[in-house]
């Protein structure tokens, strides 16, 4: 997956949208991938796979004048003060973005592991790609304390746990007024609540069986 910011009038299209994103996209192949990659490695490549701006337009203004500003700067004390993570903080993001509803999907995840029996420790790893519901992969970490296999785990927990961001906002119910708690305290390892705070601490015994199973 690559994002890549344009001109508005890249290659002199006019309108076309689809013709700039193909020529966007053919043109970061040519100049981008086959440059990086050793020609080896894309024998038999399906470029399918090639995702160029999921969103279908990444037109400037960019950097600094759309993206600058609050939502990175708690990144580390919302995690545990020093998770692992792909960039993007909790907190100045809503639920719609993977940022925050797939690390709490994870956190939710690897809780049921645990409880299961699975595992003494368990983390959960998931990469998006803007404009596609599922996930491009999911892969859990057991650090050796597993009962079965970490591929078959992750399996598990793919087939348990829906991974699409609407599924996760409606399995936590993540649209609600939870988060000025969050604002403090950190969101994970806090005890979920009669009136619905932290969701994702809370253990389901169906969840569990479905796991063992």
């Not at 043109?27 to 701006?53: C, Y």
């Amino acid at each position: 997956m690559i994002a890549v910011q344009h001109a508005r009038d890249a290659g002199g299209l006019g309108d076309d949208k689809e013709a700039q994103r193909q020529l966007i996209r053919d043109t970061v192949w040519e100049q981008v991938v086959k440059h990086a990659i050793p020609a080896r490695w894309l024998d038999g490549f399906d470029t399918s796979n090639l995702i160029v701006n999921g969103t279908g337009s990444f037109p400037d203004p960019g950097g600094p004048y759309s993206d600058a500003g609050l939502t990175g700067r708690k990144i580390i004390v919302d995690t545990y003060g020093g998770g692992k993570h792909g960039g993007g903080a909790f907190s100045g993001k809503d639920p719609s973005k993977v940022d925050r509803s797939a690390a709490y999907n994870a956190r939710w995840a690897a809780k049921h592991v645990v409880a299961a029996g699975l595992a003494d420790r368990c983390e959960v790893q998931v990469s998006y790609a803007i404009g596609r519901a599922q996930p491009l992969g999911l892969l859990a970490n057991t650090f050796g304390t597993g009962t079965i296999s970490d591929l078959e785990l992750s399996n598990r927990i793919l087939r348990v746990f829906d991974w699409r961001p609407a599924a996760m906002i409606s399995n936590l119910d993540l649209k609600r007024p939870i988060y000025q708690v969050t604002a403090a305290g950190g969101h994970f390892g806090r005890s979920p609540t009669d009136d619905g705070h932290f969701p994702w601490e809370r253990i389901h015994e169906d969840r569990i069986e479905a796991l063992r199973s």
